[in-house]
Structure formats: structure tokens, C-alpha cells
């Protein structure tokens, strides 16, 4: 399963090595990656591939759910087609 990871905040340094420190706990892979900073503002949107997962996608949204709160920034994981249907104009 493909899924699509917005992260949004304040920029600081180490963003996206932890963002990178949980895919890698979950053996996820990193398809496309696209960042921005503007001012102090961050942000990214990740193109993931869940296939070889360890863990459930549940799991998965819990805990970039969690790493968004200890790192001050918002972090969203969706299913691409459900992202794709919410933003399709």
C-alpha cells in the first residue's frame, strides 16, 4: 500500500531525520520526497510504500501521530487514494 506523509512546523533541525528514524522502525521506503522552508516555516510531503511494513497501519498513523507531538509539528500519514479523493479538484 502506497500512503502520502505531511509534515508541517516550525523548522528545526532533525525534522526529518526522526520523520526518517520511525519510517525506518517500520520498514517503510521513501518513493518520492518533496521539502520547502519558508521563513522558519517546514514543510514536506512523503510518497511511502507500506508493503513491507512491520507493523499496522494503525500502529503506523499512532505513531507518527505521537512523534508529531514530541517534536512540536504536524505529521499526517493517509492512504494515497483516500489523500488523492480528498484533494482532487
Given at each position: 500500500m502506497k500512503a502520502i506523509l505531511t509534515?508541517?512546523?516550525k523548522d528545526f533541525t532533525?525534522?526529518?531525520?526522526?520523520t526518517s528514524e520511525l519510517l525506518v522502525k517500520y520498514?517503510?521506503?521513501i518513493?518520492?520526497?518533496?521539502?520547502?522552508?519558508?521563513?522558519?516555516k517546514f514543510?514536506?510531503?512523503?510518497?511511502?510504500?507500506?508493503t513491507n511494513s512491520n507493523?499496522?497501519?494503525?500502529?503506523?498513523?499512532?505513531?507518527?501521530?505521537?512523534?508529531?507531538?514530541?517534536?512540536?509539528?504536524?505529521?499526517k500519514i493517509q492512504n494515497e487514494d483516500i489523500f488523492n479523493k480528498m484533494h482532487r479538484i
Open positions: 509534515i508541517i512546523g532533525g525534522i526529518v531525520y526522526r520498514n517503510i521506503n518513493l518520492d520526497i518533496n521539502q520547502t522552508i519558508m521563513d522558519d514543510t514536506a510531503m512523503m510518497m511511502v510504500d507500506l507493523a499496522s497501519f494503525t500502529e503506523v498513523v499512532e505513531g507518527f501521530d505521537k512523534l508529531g507531538e514530541e517534536i512540536g509539528v504536524y505529521i
